[in-house]
């Protein structure tokens, strides 16, 4: 090792605590270079994975293959896996509770099949040999029918057809059941051929299979060489290697194969994760990645520099005195690349394995947020790659800080050593302050002050430093704020937590029967169960709201008077809701009873979507309480005498279950008693059974509400049901956003460190350069007091110079930015987040202080004649 | 009029068979207005003694008395008041602030005081020092000379009781040095300061009303030179 290299070992080892929190600086900087590379990859690896559990484990499908051709794919070099599938058809099941799915599908899969579509069993086995079936657990659960293992059946297999227009149409399981109406003549199944089967195990029902399919699916065993001469076959293919010459490539063997085109489908939702097929996710991701690491390389850029500029002028005295015995310029400048070295040597090993173990770490942490969310775990995944790029990044990091402070160390003469550069250069201006500031603060400050002003450039990084971490921290809270409002409001806040909606053919008598029982349930804390019917009303133009006005458009007073007609929803409501709502309205609930004089509540909130896409919520109408409407119906298009008057008896801006907003803003509505409301049905000349009832329930618990539902479910003749669990939608949603808050929060908090120890390592080496003016200040009479007060105004300084740059571009940032770009969706106020504000002044000023304190405590002891005698020249 | 009484002061570096004996039972008074000189070789404890004189250093043992006050009886906070106000300190280094302005250099202690800056005297004595064209310099634009006189600028301001300097003329030529001499002797004179100054040139010490010399940390001579 060379003389100069040994000098630059020996100066990092005597000035051991700032090359301690530079590495550290390294450290921190690479581990974040490292998370962010990780994390992308981890991340796609998990959305692989997730889809992979959906949908199966393939990437191109080849429909209806020639059997002789089947050889092709498999044996393609770029094969995984490929599985095979046929679409038999379907057979009828006979007792189907389900009339929506009257009908078993048969989808006969090899033994790969099995495991490209990850089918679970239950309990049995797979099939074996082709006489052999496994069935979906829905066909006892949903339509009722046991099949149990062992049980042979003989299956009528056929395929539904349909007429359209001449033409006989085959349908398959994209469409659902087509009963035969007034438009159609229905589906009819025609069978082909019989075949027995011997039940060999229950699978839960594949994600395949739709909800709305009209069969449920069952899985015999698909035998290749018992394949008939013309037979074709569908093949799941996944590649060896996913990329885009895959892509190509699969094209090139359809042709070989003798399919067309339109026989070639790709698992489009698993190959985005790819970035085979252009994708907005993606590219979001990578472009959030990359801002992600040029602020993090600007952050450690600032610090690392920081710390071999010190380095230097403290090493000038060295490095002029080395110049003055034939140090050559290059000599002078490696050996600022050579501190860049032994500190990156150091440092990113470090780096890459703590940022390694912090995601991992990080991923256990956050597991269980994403149970629910996806489908897969998020686990840790090391690319070569990842570690490669982060690598490079820091290296160019290093090298960046490095440059400048490298040129000027070559520059270093003997004469400036002897003269010590730094003090030659000071001039008056540059530690002129203003007479105020002595004036209002005491000398002390100004002295603090000054002290600040003297390493103008060390100082400008250093408040750099903190403007970042002020910035980052402020925008990432804003963004947060604004992105829960805004889907708060798109969300329309959703005012309860479970819905039941009946959907299978029943009398309104059958299901309001069914929901009253529900309404007694254990954890069913407010329920209303609503019918509705459709009606219009002739509105006055002078009754809308001028943002809800169809005819006010046009600006002119005489059309915007126009009368208009209105559509609404006439809904009754269960008569304990409609005492409680008749309460909070101030309402006398016999009056709403009263069907001589009908009359009902009007619910007056809407959420008005505008032309440049904002929500806005306000009143719909400008209507008092007592005025009258005229409600007509029309039958099959045409208005008729049935038509009765509903006075307003009140307007509420909420409804029965506390709702304030509305997404449908063409339609209003208006709640009234079942009396009124059966009492308007009797006039229509044909009484509508009413399929329109559902039910809304605020619940304490509602997962184990919708278990109870669908326990009791199964003791009634309803056979399908909707359950929108809004709860653990809701649920889903905010772990989404914790879990995003947890990695932004987790990437400001490290930003942050990264300042604070450039903070610390500019502050305790200024105060440290300082010892010896300090122990003259001392000597001519300065008091501990004193002492502290200097110190205490050059970090209040620092913390306020900060803010005072911080706190206005974090503003343009949350209003120009964040704002801006929710605020093309969304009518939402601007709202500063005071709170956030508040926490990042008492942090920039605790950290400033901490480190001053730090850095004054190690002086304030020493001995005066000590810091004198040694710092003499 | 007794201005400072030192009274068996000791001063040991380290302990055991390693103790260094700086100061060994020192003892003298000073009367208001004496210019007295300390001379001895090197670390026969001359700078020891007047640091502890100023204040900035602390005995082994010992007491010092300046105007009547036992400095070293004084809390942390009242020992720096006591400095500002009643010792002028020059050292061989100058040890100004880098960062103040000629000015405010001087000025400094008055400063650390929060008191009003007498703008006569200030005047009288940027006058006497000959810095009338320096005032708003920084001490990195002035040369030795000027910087040591900003030095004794800033040990004057206040009308200390003592003033004490360290070998003033140490790092300066002989054209200077004469000069600097001729200034502390002007104000010992005109203000009528005590003054002590520790050196080993014999011109200088010839110059002062009594020497004191020092070995291995006693007194083993003390002249009074004239009245």
């Known amino acids: ?873 | 009029m007794e201005i400072l009484r030192v009274e068996d002061l000791a001063k040991i570096y380290g302990e055991g068979e390693t103790a260094v004996k700086a100061l060994d039972r020192v003892s003298f008074s000073v009367e208001k207005g004496e210019f007295l000189a300390v001379i001895g070789p090197s670390g026969s404890g001359k700078s020891t003694l007047l640091h502890i004189l100023g204040g900035v250093d602390t005995p082994t043992s010992g007491k010092v008395f300046i105007d009547n006050t036992d400095i070293y009886a004084l809390d942390e906070t009242r020992l720096a008041i006591f400095r500002r106000r009643q010792i002028g300190l020059i050292y061989q280094f100058y040890n100004l602030i880098p960062i103040l302005n000629v000015q405010e250099n001087i000025t400094l202690p008055l400063l650390l005081d929060e008191r009003q800056v007498d703008k006569s005297q200030l005047d009288e004595i940027i006058v006497t020092l000959g810095l009338t064209d320096r005032l708003n310099h920084l001490p990195n634009q002035l040369s030795g000379g000027q910087q040591q006189r900003v030095s004794i600028g800033r040990a004057l301001i206040n009308n200390p009781a003592l003033m004490l300097a360290d070998e003033p003329t140490g790092n300066l030529d002989s054209k200077n040095s004469a000069e600097i001499v001729k200034l502390l002797k002007l104000s010992n004179q005109k203000y009528n300061q005590t003054l002590i100054i520790i050196t080993h040139d014999e011109r200088i010490a010839l110059q002062a009303d009594r020497v004191i010399s020092l070995e291995d940390g006693r007194i083993v001579k003390d002249q009074v030179m004239r009245k």
């Open chain 1, 1 to 873: 090792m060379n003389i100069i290299n040994k000098l630059t070992l020996r100066h990092l080892k005597l000035n051991k605590q700032r090359t301690i929190v530079t590495i550290i600086g390294v450290v921190l900087a690479v581990a974040m270079l490292t998370a962010v590379p990780v994390f992308v990859a981890s991340f796609l690896d998990m959305m692989q994975r997730s889809v992979i559990a959906d949908t199966g484990n393939w990437h191109v499908l080849y429909s209806d293959v020639p059997r002789q051709n089947i050889d092709i794919v498999v044996n393609d070099e770029n094969t995984a896996s490929a599985a095979l599938s046929q679409d038999m058809g379907y057979a009828r099941l006979d007792g189907s509770r389900n009339e929506d799915k009257p009908y078993l599908f048969l989808k006969s899969f090899d033994e790969q099949g099995f495991a490209t579509y990850n089918l679970k069993l239950l309990e049995g086995r797979f099939p074996q040999k082709s006489s052999d079936i496994v069935i979906s657990s829905s066909i006892a659960e949903n339509g009722g029918v046991v099949y149990r293992i062992g049980d042979t059946i003989k299956l009528e297999i056929g395929q539904r057809h349909l007429e359209q227009g001449g033409n006989d149409l085959l349908l398959g399981q994209d469409h659902s059941y087509v009963e035969q109406s007034a438009d159609t003549t229905g589906e009819r199944f025609i069978p082909e051929y019989t075949r027995e089967y011997t039940v060999t195990g229950i699978i839960s029902p594949p994600s395949f299979e739709q909800y709305w399919a009209p069969g449920y699916t069952v899985i015999p065993f698909l035998d290749k060489n018992e394949l008939a001469a013309g037979a074709t076959v569908n093949i799941s293919t996944a590649w060896q290697n996913v990329n885009k010459e895959a892509n190509i490539h699969a094209n090139e063997l359809a042709e070989d194969m003798e399919i067309s085109s339109d026989k070639v489908s790709y698992n489009r939702a698993l190959l985005r994760y790819y970035g085979i097929i252009d994708d907005n996710l993606l590219s979001t991701l990578y472009s959030l990645a990359a801002f992600m690491i040029v602020l993090i390389i600007i952050g450690s850029v600032a610090l690392i520099y920081n710390s071999f500029a010190i380095s230097i002028s403290e090493r000038s005295r060295h490095l002029g005195m080395l110049a003055s015995v034939g140090a050559t310029t290059r000599q002078k400048r490696n050996s600022v690349f050579f501190e860049g070295l032994v500190v990156g040597i150091i440092g990113i090993p470090l780096g890459v394995f703590f940022g390694t173990l912090g995601m991992g770490i990080t991923f256990e942490l956050v597991q269980p947020l994403l149970t629910d969310v996806f489908k897969a775990d998020l686990g840790l995944v090391v690319s070569s790659d990842a570690i490669i790029s982060a690598v490079l990044l820091s290296m160019l990091t290093i090298l960046i800080s490095a440059y400048i402070p490298a040129r000027r160390a070559s520059r270093i003469s003997p004469i400036d050593a002897i003269r010590q550069t730094q003090d030659v250069k000071l001039t008056g201006r540059t530690v002129k302050t203003s007479r105020l500031t002595r004036l209002i603060f005491g000398f002390e400050a100004e002295l603090g002050l000054k002290n600040l002003k003297r390493h103008r450039r060390r100082y400008k990084v250093t408040i750099f430093s903190l403007v970042i971490s002020i910035v980052l921290f402020l925008s990432v809270s804003s963004l947060s704020m604004l992105a829960q409002q805004s889907a708060e409001l798109a969300a329309g806040s959703i005012p309860y937590d479970v819905s039941v909606f009946v959907t299978s053919s029943a009398t309104a008598q059958e299901k309001m029967d069914f929901y009253r029982v529900i309404t007694r349930m254990e954890h069913v804390d407010y329920a209303v169960i609503e019918q509705s019917m459709e009606a219009e009303a002739v509105v006055s133009g002078d009754l809308m709201a001028a943002a809800t006005n169809p005819n006010a458009q046009s600006g002119k007073q005489e059309q915007t008077l126009q009368p208009f007609s209105m559509q609404f929803q006439i809904k009754a409501i269960d008569d304990a809701a409609l005492n409680r709502y008749a309460q909070e309205t101030g309402m006398d609930v016999t009056c709403l009873k009263d069907t001589r004089n009908p009359g009902g509540i009007l619910f007056n909130t809407v959420t008005i979507r505008s032309a440049d896409n904002k929500y806005t919520r306000m009143n719909r109408f400008n209507i008092e309480a007592g005025e009258s409407l005229q409600f007509i119906h029309k039958i099959n298009g045409e208005p008729g005498d049935y038509g009765t008057e509903l006075q307003i008896i009140a307007v509420a801006d909420k409804t029965p279950m506390g709702g304030t907003s509305l997404m449908d803003p063409d339609e209003a509505i208006l709640f009234v008693s079942a009396e009124v409301y059966a009492a308007m049905q009797a006039k229509l000349p044909e009484v509508i059974d009413n399929t329109n009832v559902h039910m809304l329930i605020r619940s304490s618990d509602p997962s184990s509400l919708v278990e109870d539902i669908k326990e009791f479910q199964q003791q009634t003749s309803i056979a399908n049901l909707i359950i929108n669990d809004v709860a653990a939608a809701n649920k889903r949603n905010s772990q989404v956003n914790t879990f995003i808050n947890v990695f932004f929060y987790g990437f400001v908090l490290l930003m942050a460190a990264i300042c604070g120890a450039n903070i610390l390592n500019t502050i305790s080496t200024s105060v440290l350069l300082r010892r010896r003016e300090f122990a003259v200040l001392k000597s001519v009479g300065m008091t501990p007091a004193g002492f502290n007060k200097m110190i205490r105004y050059e970090s209040l300084f620092y913390g306020l110079k900060a803010l005072f740059y911080g706190l206005p571009i974090s503003f343009a940032m949350m209003y120009y930015f964040i704002y801006r770009s929710i605020s093309n969706s969304f009518t939402l106020a601007f709202v500063i987040p005071w709170g956030s504000v508040i926490v990042a002044i008492i942090a920039i000023l605790a950290m400033v202080s901490l480190t001053m304190l730090y850095a004054g405590s190690k002086i304030k002891t020493e001995n005066i004649i000590d810091v004198l005698k040694n710092e003499s020249i």
